[in-house]
């Protein structure tokens, strides 16, 4: 069979592509899901891998999930093996490394759940966003209660949740589900270019911010007390040694993650 998700590496940066053009890169097609999931393994067992991006062939990113095979389910056993809690998103979000998705075409129902959960998002012209499940009778699902209110914030994703509306490049930017655009048929290079520089970044630093943005603290107290915490370990690495020299000295730094 003819792989469905491929994985390329340049330097520190994993580029995975969803490639099941019958099923529209569907996160339901036959392999999608392990190959997805083994790719992310993979990358988080290589400590040399700084950056994932996902992305998919043929300008669609994904369709979402298998409508049809979903149909087919009829027990609450056999949906309870089929839709996993959290899944991919839940690794992404715990993960310290850095996750890109660079979307072109469509990225539909449980795809937004993926996309939404990378810390940088890059949109094509002609991206369209869509959480399509309430089109069909469901409700969201693949992290989406989760990621997209924390990318979007509560009024703009329960009216996406809810509506089922398409979102284009330009609300998605606005709204906050994308960071950064791109021509049409040029998410990919943006996000490796964009990548490649942040593979170069400090690690301990940016899994700080990371971690912050993945949690529910709740309090200024809180989370005043969790900033001072972070401040003064990440002051003391080696890491923030480095990058102070380095801006002293006028030179390029080199981070190691210590």
Partial sequence: MTRVVTTETA??????????????????APGVRDGLTAAVEAFEADRAQRVLIFTGAGGVFSAGGNLKALKELRTRPEMEQRITRGGLVARIL????LYCAAVEGPAFGAAVGLVASCDIVIAAEGARFCAAQV???ASPDGGMFWSVPRRMGRAA??????????????????????????PGGGALEAAQALAKRLAFGPPLAQATVKRFFAQDLQGMDVVLD??????IDNFLTEDFAEGAGAFLEKRRPVFRGK
């Fill in 11 to 28: 330097g520190a940066v994993t580029t995975v592509t969803i490639d099941a053009p019958e099923f529209r890169n569907s996160l339901g």
């Fill in 94 to 97: 715990q993960s310290d490394k």
């Fill in 135 to 137: 089109r069909v009778g």
């Fill in 157 to 182: 994703a329960k009216r996406m949740l809810l509506t089922g509306e398409e979102i284009d490049q330009a609300s998605a930017l606005a709204n906050g589900l994308a960071d950064y655009a791109a």
């Fill in 226 to 231: 969790w900033e001072r915490d972070e401040a």
